[in-house]
């Protein structure tokens, strides 16, 4: 059995928009994610679920497998659940 991990960003945060893509000293925050979970060494893989093309893009670029999930499931009342069913 495979350990996956599931990050959800979303393009649409209510306080910060894009908070996923800005920098906090030098790197992406999601970049730091990352970081933080390959670290453990847990997950076999790591899935990044966004609506985002740029978010999905730097996860792309960061070795993570990457989904675009519809709209639907990426509103501040989305369940991360639905999510994990969608994917």
Known sequence: MKII???CCRSGSRGIKNKN???FLGKPILEW???EI???????NVLLSSDS???CNL???LGMLTDR???SLAKSTSDVFDTQKYI
Request: cysteine-free; aromatic content about 4%; overall charge positive.
């Open 5 to 7: 991990a599931l990050i």
């Open 21 to 23: 893509l800005k920098k």
């Open 33 to 35: 994610i990352s970081k």
């Open 38 to 44: 390959k670290k453990t060494k847990i997950f076999d």
């Open 53 to 55: 093309v740029k978010i």
């Open 59 to 61: 996860g792309d670029k």
């Open 69 to 71: 999930r519809p709209k």
